[in-house]
């Protein structure tokens, strides 16, 4: 079900936004990515499994690739946590976390979960979409910022446990290894491979509307939406559903992005084979342009105060 919110981007910016007839050209590392992540071999990546450690592992060495350092006070790019699941048993996680030097201090963390739900009844359930597709996002990200500098620092986050109840970020919040007062912004992605009608949801403009002058880029053929972040709406706030929640929690703005869910939403056909590789391609192209024209402001804190300017009126 789609939010009363939701109207395509180009109506709402105007012809202007939209004249460059552009696509972004498919990107053969990124779906590489998605290809081993999902494949048999990572057992469906659940979090306390060998799946989990070969993630980390394929991880680690495309961060060396990439060039990014590890945050300095964590030594490494592993963050250790624990938890208890539901049946009481204790359970570690761990975040992959890399940080980026900007001109500034001020951070933005860039996320994706990288854990899904592992193996039922001897099906491998593969989690292509959820969330193999967000973190081969966040490593395109990742390696665009490291070869052009940011204005603001960038954390790279791959959280574990998210599946388990948000658990690798919610102990990002809890034992940070940055001062949360540093962090201006969260940009979160979760499930953006999947959609047969090109559209990808950006959820967090309703709490901070001054976000969605920033959502230009150059491609007409993807249709990002605004909506599912109204409180009022029950279920259909996705606010809650994925990482960006636990940022939320502690008033650090955010942008989720997601496709609504589809057929293969947790059951072992979320496949590689069941992506949609252009509308993916399209899909990063345009969250690393949206990422880019916030970090290019200078004031980020600006455009939270609009929105009390706004609310005053
Ligand atoms: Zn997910």
């Known amino acids: 079900m789609k939010s009363y919110l939701a109207l395509p981007l180009a109506l709402m910016l105007g012809c202007s936004s939209v004249k460059n007839e552009t696509t972004a050209q498919t990107d053969h590392k990124l779906l590489k990515d998605v290809e081993i992540l999902s494949s048999d071999a990572y057992e469906g990546r659940k979090t306390g499994t060998k799946g989990a450690e070969m993630s980390r592992a394929y991880l680690s060495k495309r961060f060396e690739e990439i060039g990014l350092k590890p945050i ?53 359930y593969n989690g292509a979409d959820d969330n193999a597709s967000g973190v081969a996002g966040l490593l395109k990200i990742a390696a665009h910022f490291k070869k052009q500098q940011p204005n603001h620092s960038i954390i790279i986050a791959a959280f574990d446990a998210e599946e388990m109840g948000l658990r690798g970020s919610k102990a990002f919040i809890a034992d940070p290894a940055v001062p949360l007062t540093k962090i201006r912004l969260n940009i979160n992605m979760d499930m953006i491979s999947h959609n047969d009608k090109n559209e990808l949801y950006a959820c967090g403009t309703f709490k901070n509307p001054g976000l969605k002058k920033y959502f230009i880029f150059n491609n007409n053929r993807i249709k990002v939406l605004f909506g599912h972040d109204d409180p009022a709406t029950g279920h259909e706030d996705w606010t809650n559903q994925s990482d960006q929640g636990s940022f939320n929690a502690v008033n650090i703005p955010f942008i989720y992005f997601g496709v609504e869910d589809h057929k293969d939403y947790h059951k072992a056909t979320d496949e590689y084979k069941n992506i949609n590789e252009t509308f993916f391609n399209d899909a990063v192209s345009a969250i690393l342009q949206v990422a880019s024209n916030i970090d290019k402001e200078r004031d980020i804190q600006q455009i939270f105060r609009e929105k009390l300017q706004m609310k005053k009126q």
């Open 72 to 124: 300095s006070v964590l030594g490494g790019y592993e963050q250790l946590f624990s938890f208890n699941n539901s049946a009481g048993e204790k359970v570690y996680g761990k975040n992959m976390l890399a940080y980026i030097p900007g001109k500034s201090e001020e951070i933005i963390v860039i996320s994706a979960h990288y854990d899904h739900i592992g193996i039922i009844n001897n099906e491998v």
